[in-house]
């Protein structure tokens, strides 16, 4: 049995349901997607992970009904973000400086899925094809286990970073390995995090605490070679605590781990080509980069708000959505993009990491410069909320 739609988006997480309903909002398509893991998503014995979305995603969320559906107990914003590397370099941003109300809010990864899923099943437009797992991709027919075949003049690559279809449409991906892994958990503190992200560099790797709604709950990302955060997942709860709070200068006073622990692969990687005839990129699928900065949910939705565009354009012009010249212009407004975050991410991991004579009293003084110039401050706080600085 052979299906026929107009776009076919392949990955249903927060990346791919948030374009499906991008592209549904300004045309008649008819739009598929297909998701491998069962809806709505499970929350596993692990942590929930987290991303911290910035003013320009929650904006795009808003415009497609999934920002107003979020449970207002899962999304923690914060106003301010203290990082240092020792105690006397302390960088601080505040919202309030550059006459904002938030720099952003955490908010748990499967409760953007589950609204954005949700929104997408509930569409006149979009059929959703959950659980559905793709066997073969080959003549732009996407056959799935159940034997049935869904063709499209588009097939949109969501299906993070080991991306099967980005693989069977012989894109290459170029990077490396970090050898770190993330080691994320839920952690309740004895003081208030105050909305406050914290963020610490060390010579093993950046930690992070980014708060939750509640005041005293916090998600953590601790970036650590592999073998050592091995070990770590091999500490009782109590001698695990024990050391978030070493490592955090006790700031929040005693830290009780409140969830399973659980560690990630930290790599970069980056397709050599967004598109092809009939064939787009978006999110991880193209791109990886290291989290210390927390953007990777954040450049995948503004892939997906500019794949939605052009698209939009063509279809409202009668031009062929899946030719070169229409998926072109998406690879030219993101591709530059994230390569720089990317680089820029990468950049400032190996500068902190960076262990060579004199380096360290280098960055605290860079450091405790910047802290001092609020005009500057003020700029990457306008770029961390997702507004371009430079170029149009």
């Known amino acids: ?95 309030a400086d550059s006459g904002l109300a938030w720099l952003g809010h955490i908010v748990e990864n499967d409760t953007i899925q589950n609204s954005a899923m949700q929104l997408c099943q509930q569409h006149p ?34 299906d993070g970073a080991q991306s099967q279809i980005r693989d069977w449409a012989g894109i290459q991906s170029h990077g490396w390995d970090y050898q770190q892994s993330g080691l994320v958990c839920s952690v309740q503190t004895a003081q208030s995090h105050q909305m406050t992200a914290r963020q610490k560099f060390m010579p093993s790797g950046p930690l992070a605490f980014l708060p939750l709604r509640d005041p005293h709950q916090c998600s953590i990302v601790w970036s650590l070679p592999t073998a050592q955060a091995e070990q770590m997942l091999e500490l009782s709860e109590s001698e695990f605590s024990a050391l978030l709070e070493k490592n955090l200068d006790s700031q929040l006073g005693k830290v009780s781990v409140i969830s399973a622990r659980a560690a990630f692969p930290l790599k970069l990687r980056h397709s050599e080509r967004y598109v092809q005839p009939g064939l787009a990129l978006v999110g991880d699928a193209a791109h990886t980069i290291h989290p210390l900065a927390g953007q990777g949910v954040n450049i995948g939705l503004l892939d997906a708000q500019a794949l939605a565009e052009v698209v939009n354009q063509a279809a409202q012009s009668g031009r062929q959505i899946g ?34 004579p004199g380096f360290s009293k280098l960055r605290s003084f860079g450091m405790s410069q910047l802290h001092k110039q609020q005009t500057l401050k003020n700029l990457l706080i306008q770029h961390a909320a997702g507004h371009r600085i430079f170029g149009s």
Request: proline share 5%; charged share 20%; hydrophobic share 45%.
């Open 125 to 158: 437009d979009i059929t959703v094809y959950c659980p559905a797992v793709p066997s073969t991709f080959e003549d732009n027919v996407l056959t799935l286990q159940d034997e049935l075949k869904l063709t499209a003049k588009l097939f949109v690559a969501a």
């Open 323 to 356: 030719s070169l010249h229409t998926l072109g212009k998406y690879q030219r407004r993101r591709r530059a993009d994230n390569l720089l975050m990317q680089l820029s991410m990468d950049g400032f991991h190996r500068l902190f990491g960076c262990q060579l």
């Open 1 to 95: 049995m052979t299906e026929q739609f107009d776009i076919v988006i392949v990955g249903g997480g927060m990346v791919g349901a948030s374009l499906a309903l991008l592209l549904a909002k300004h045309n008649t398509l008819k739009i598929a997607v297909v998701e491998k893991a069962p809806h709505p998503a499970m929350a596993s014995n692990g942590p929930p992970r987290v991303s911290a979305i910035n003013l320009h995603s929650q904006q795009i969320l808003e415009s497609i009904g999934v920002w107003q559906q979020l449970d207002p107990q899962k999304i923690g914003p914060y106003q301010r973000m203290s990082i240092w590397e020792k105690t006397d370099s302390l960088l601080e941003f505040e919202a």
